[in-house]
T-cell receptor, first 113, second 114 residues
């Protein structure tokens, strides 16, 4: 069965510093995708970044990068130069060939001024 | 480009009452998803539509939940009768599978059953 694990219920980071949010996954599929979503207090899920299982290079989107280590089945999100607006819940998710997303339990990030 | 629209944003009902949620996906998106997000957890898929066909409803509690997507655009999710455990945020998402991996989410409907 597919599973996403986020072991950090909450994280603090100082403004302008970098932070890594951990995500590990379990699947027997060869083809899958890994996603990170941000959910601010307003409730909407905002797509941040995507990594395909066959992509050799780590994905980057602005201040977001995904540290993909396939052998370790990890897909950590790195946020550089944290901003106060980055305070939110962050969810790691995996999508398979059926296009269904399976989400982790989330990490709440608080950025300190 | 308008995003995914959901209504209502909030709903409070008594148990055993019916409730319905509406979703209008992004124009041109042929795939629509309904997720349920319990407090402190990630979203869980309830049903996925490709155009007007429900292609994955394996996690939809069919004894009380129903959904429809007439004409392959808007969708309605219904609960009848509602139970206390149905209190959650119901999220709708859409995508165009041939062009994007990304699912675009609406703001959700927060349901409280008393």
């Amino acid at each position: 069965a597919q599973k996403i694990t986020q072991t950090q219920p909450g994280m603090f980071v100082q403004e302008k510093e970098a932070v890594t949010l951990d995500c590990t996954y379990d699947t027997s599929d060869q083809s899958y995708g890994l996603f990170w979503y941000k959910q601010p207090s307003s409730g909407e899920m905002i797509f941040l970044i995507y990594q395909g299982s066959y992509d050799e290079q780590n994905a980057t989107e602005g201040r977001y990068s995904l540290n993909f280590q396939k052998a370790r089945k990890s897909a950590n999100l790195v946020i550089s130069a944290s901003q106060l607006g980055d305070s939110a819940m962050y969810f790691c998710a995996m999508g398979d060939s059926s296009y269904k997303l399976i989400f982790g339990s989330g990490t709440r990030l608080l950025v300190r001024p | 480009e308008a995003g995914v629209v959901q209504s209502p944003r909030y709903k409070i009902i008594e148990k055993k009452q019916p409730v319905a949620f509406w979703c209008n996906p992004i124009s041109g998106h042929n795939t629509l998803y309904w997720y349920r997000q319990n407090l402190g957890q990630g979203p869980e898929l309830l049903i996925r539509y490709e155009n007007e066909e429900a292609v994955d409803d394996s996690q939809l509690p069919k004894d009380r939940f129903s959904a429809e997507r007439l004409k392959g655009v808007d969708s309605t999710l219904k609960i009848q009768p509602a139970e206390l455990g149905d209190s959650a945020v119901y999220l709708c998402a859409s995508t165009h599978l041939t062009s994007s991996h990304e699912q675009y989410f609406g703001p959700g409907t927060r349901l409280t059953v008393t």
